[in-house]
C-alpha cells in the first residue's frame, strides 16, 4: 500500500502506511518486512525532501540487510555444522557397525580355523591310526614274503646250478661244433686252393702245348681253357659260399646292414679275409693276381671308411 501510494505521489499517505507497516514487522519479528518498510520508507522521505529522514531509513536499511545476510550466514554455518555432525554421528555409526562386523567375521574366523584344526587333527589321527594298521600288515605280508623268497631263492639257487651246468654243456658243445667248422671250413678252403692249383697247371701246360700244336687245333684248346676257368671259378665260389655261411650265417646280414654299396666281388673278398686267408690264397682262389687282390683291399677300406691304422681283418673278424 505504501508503494502504491508512492507512485500516486500521495506522499504523506504512503509514509504514514509505511511507519506502520515498519511497527507491524518489527512487532512481528519479521526482519525482510522491516527491510522492505525501511527501503520505501527512505525512497518516501527523499521524494518529501526530507533527507535527513531518508538517510535514517536507509541506515536502517543497510543494517537490516546486514542483520539478514549475517542471520542467513549463521543458518547455513547451523546447517553446514548440522550436516557435519550428522555426516560424523553417520560415520560413527558405520564405523562401529564395520567394528561389530569384523568382530563377528573374527569370531567366524576364529571359530572356522579351531574346528579346521580340530578337523585336521583328526584326519592326521585317523591316518596315522590307518598307516600304523598297514605297518603291522605290511610287516606281517614282509615276513611272509621273505619265507617265500627265501623258499624261492632256494629253488631259484638249484635252477641257476642247473641251468649254469646246461649252459657249460652247450657252450662246450657250441665251442666244440664251431672249432670243428672252422677246422672243416679251412680243410674245404685247402681243398679248393689244392683244386685250383692243380687246375691252373693243366690250364698252363695246355697253354704251352698250345704253342706246339698245329693252327687247326689252337681254338678248340683254347676253348678248353676258357671253359675250365669259368667252370672253376663258379664251382669253386659256390661250394666256398654254401660251407661259409652254415659256419657264418650272419655275416652277410650284418656287412649288408653296415655296408650295403659292396659289390659281390667285394663281398667275395670279406669273406675270404674274414678266414684270414692271404693274399696268395685269395688268388688262387679267384684266379685273380696278387696285385689285383691288394689293389681291391685297398678301394674297400676306402669304401668302408676305415683309417689306415685300423686292421680290416680285425673288423671283418668281429661281425
Known amino acids: 500500500m505504501g ?3 508512492l507512485l500516486t505521489d500521495n506522499v504523506n499517505k504512503s509514509i504514514e502506511v509505511l511507519n506502520d507497516a515498519l511497527d507491524y514487522s518489527k512487532q512481528a519479528g519479521n526482519l525482510t518486512s522491516q527491510l522492505k518498510a525501511a527501503n520505501f520508507l527512505s525512497l518516501a522521505y527523499e521524494k518529501a525532501g526530507q533527507y535527513k529522514e ?19 550466514e549463521m543458518r547455513l554455518a547451523g546447517r553446514l555444522e548440522m550436516q557435519y555432525l550428522f555426516e560424523k554421528q553417520q560415520k560413527e555409526n558405520e564405523l562401529i557397525q564395520q567394528i ?6 573374527k569370531k567366524a574366523l576364529i571359530f572356522m580355523a579351531i574346528s579346521g584344526v580340530l578337523f585336521l587333527l583328526f584326519i592326521i589321527l585317523f591316518l596315522l591310526n590307518r598307516n600304523q594298521k598297514i605297518k ?3 610287516n606281517t605280508l614282509i615276513q611272509e614274503g621273505l619265507l617265500l623268497e627265501s623258499k624261492n631263492l632256494s629253488l631259484e639257487k638249484q635252477n641257476l646250478e642247473l641251468e649254469k651246468a646246461n649252459l657249460q654243456k652247450e657252450l662246450d658243445f657250441s665251442s666244440k661244433e664251431l672249432e670243428f667248422r672252422n ?3 679251412a680243410t674245404h678252403v685247402m681243398y679248393l686252393i689244392r683244386k685250383n692249383e692243380f687246375i691252373s697247371s693243366i690250364t698252363n701246360r695246355l697253354i704251352e702245348l698250345n704253342k706246339e700244336i698245329s693252327l687247326k687245333n689252337k681254338g678248340h684248346i683254347l676253348d678248353i681253357v676258357r671253359e675250365m676257368k669259368a667252370n672253376v671259378d663258379n664251382t669253386v665260389w659256390g661250394e666256398f659260399e654254401i660251407r661259409f655261411q652254415q659256419v657264418h650265417n650272419e655275416f652277410y646280414t650284418k656287412l649288408n646292414e653296415l655296408h650295403p654299396d659292396l659289390t659281390p666281388n667285394e663281398k667275395k673278398i670279406c669273406a675270404f679275409l674274414r678266414l684270414n686267408m692271404t693274399t696268395k690264397d685269395i688268388s688262387s682262389i679267384t684266379f685273380q693276381t696278387a696285385k689285383s687282390i691288394q689293389v681291391a683291399r685297398v678301394r674297400l677300406r676306402k669304401k668302408m671308411g676305415m683309417a689306415q691304422d685300423e686292421n680290416l681283418i680285425a673288423f671283418l673278424q668281429q661281425l
Not at 57 to 62: A, D, E, G, I, P
Not at 63 to 69: E, Q, R
Not at 100 to 105: I, R, S
Open 136 to 138: 603291522i600288515k605290511r
Open 100 to 105: 561389530e562386523l569384523a568382530g563377528k567375521q
Open 54 to 72: 531518508s538517510l535514517k531509513y536507509q541506515r536502517l536499511f543497510n543494517v537490516l540487510k546486514d542483520s539478514i545476510n549475517n542471520s542467513d
Open 3 to 5: 508503494d502504491c501510494y
Open 183 to 185: 677246422k672243416e671250413l
